[in-house]
């Protein structure tokens, strides 16, 4: 540990004065880079962590067999954060303090990330891509430069959600589902934004807690309400559960839009006929083994043969921020530091099949945002808008 620590001081030190470290990296050897990650593979998420995780993985075993990056290979070691943010917190501490990592890649959960995020940084670990609330996480971590976020900021989306849904259909009562914590936080603020701009306000509201299964008493307030529109900030069984509830009654004149979390084909594939007509805010596009250009199509197949698990657009997204970070090592040169990474993501862009646009980094976050609605019709996701910047 104290070998570590006065490696992150050093790091610290040049990160201050804008210059290269020159000294070793944690989780760094001659031969290998190693990474952490923590997913949710106990809790209300678990079924969707394949993807990342298997995502991930595909772009490091490329690098790996390809003979690695300047000379390295790729080892990355993955804990359970089970949505819980203690759970994070002790699987963060063991990353840190035990395997020594060299960066935090792909880590899930908006509660979990703002639990750990600031330990991370604060101990000079690279912290790239949480699945979380961008605003959120970055405000946690004090902006450090060690932190890029790649998720489009839920507030900024769901006011263009939200905003789309109240002038295409005008409703007369909106309510309110959420995941208490940072992701309804965040969320619910773009959704009142966007009421207030019409002059309205919520109907109804309810939340509930990370791991509940039971969702009838939400929906229940939503129904005594009498509102037309709920807007859920849910992820993947929520959304589900949700919309059952609203089968169950009979409730056919109410539109239900989720936020990006909960626009998924893993909600297509589990829900099946009980998410039929569910509306998504969208940002990123979404393929499948069968739909989309050649180049992804072969990479559907290719991870089909590799992992036993279906392929998702998660699984693509996984692999597409992979992508972004090996590239950036690869940039940073045999002589790897933290710093020179940092400098790396900082200057170059980025494209892949799976974003509306070339990105960049813009102060550590992923740019342009984009937002598309999408319903599911047929049981497919099918595009009500183009992308909006």
Aim: glycine share 10%.
């Amino acid at each position: 540990m104290l070998i570590r620590q006065l490696k992150r001081g050093l790091l610290a030190v040049a990160l201050a004065l804008g210059a290269a470290t020159g000294a070793s990296a944690a989780g760094v050897s001659a031969t290998e880079i190693v990474l952490g990650t923590h997913l949710d593979l106990s809790g209300p998420v678990a079924a969707g962590m394949p993807s990342i995780r298997n995502g991930m993985q595909m772009r490091l075993d490329e690098a790996n067999d390809a003979g690695g990056v300047n000379g390295r290979k790729f080892r990355i070691v993955v804990e359970d954060n089970g949505s819980q943010p203690q759970m994070a917190v002790r699987a963060i501490d063991k990353l840190i303090r035990k395997d020594e990592v060299f960066a935090i890649v792909n880590p899930f959960g908006s509660g979990p990330n703002a639990a750990v995020v600031k330990r991370a940084v604060d101990e000079g670990v690279i912290y790239f891509a949480p699945w979380a609330a961008s605003s959120i996480i970055r405000r946690t971590a004090n902006d450090s430069p060690l932190l890029f976020t790649v998720t489009p900021n839920y507030d900024t989306t769901m006011f263009k959600g939200v905003t789309w849904m109240l002038e295409q259909f005008k409703p007369r009562k909106v309510g309110f589902i959420y995941q208490e914590g940072p992701l309804g936080a965040l969320m619910g603020a773009g959704v009142k934004k966007a009421l207030e701009a019409k002059g309205m306000n919520y109907a109804a509201q309810a939340g509930y807690k990370a791991g509940d299964i039971d969702f009838s008493s939400q929906v229940a307030r939503m129904k005594a309400a009498d509102v037309d529109l709920i807007v859920l900030a849910t992820i993947t069984r929520e959304t589900i559960a949700v919309m059952a509830e609203v089968k169950k009654l009979g409730w056919n004149n109410v539109r239900v839009i989720t936020g990006n979390p909960g626009r998924t084909s893993i909600v297509l594939q589990l829900g099946k006929d009980t998410v039929e007509g569910l509306y998504g805010v969208g940002t990123w596009k979404l393929y499948t083994p069968t739909v989309g250009p050649d180049n992804v199509k072969k990479w559907f197949a290719d991870y089909k043969k590799k992992f036993p698990h279906e392929p998702d657009e998660n699984a693509l997204l996984a692999y597409a921020y992979a992508d972004i970070f090996v590239k950036a090592v690869q940039a940073a040169g045999r002589d790897l530091t933290a710093d020179k990474v940092l400098r790396a993501l900082q200057t170059m862009s980025f494209e892949h099949p799976i974003f509306y646009d070339k990105q960049v980094f813009k102060g550590g976050h992923f740019e342009p945002e984009y937002t598309q609605i999408d319903q599911v019709k047929d049981g497919a996701w099918t595009a009500l808008t183009k992308p909006m910047q």
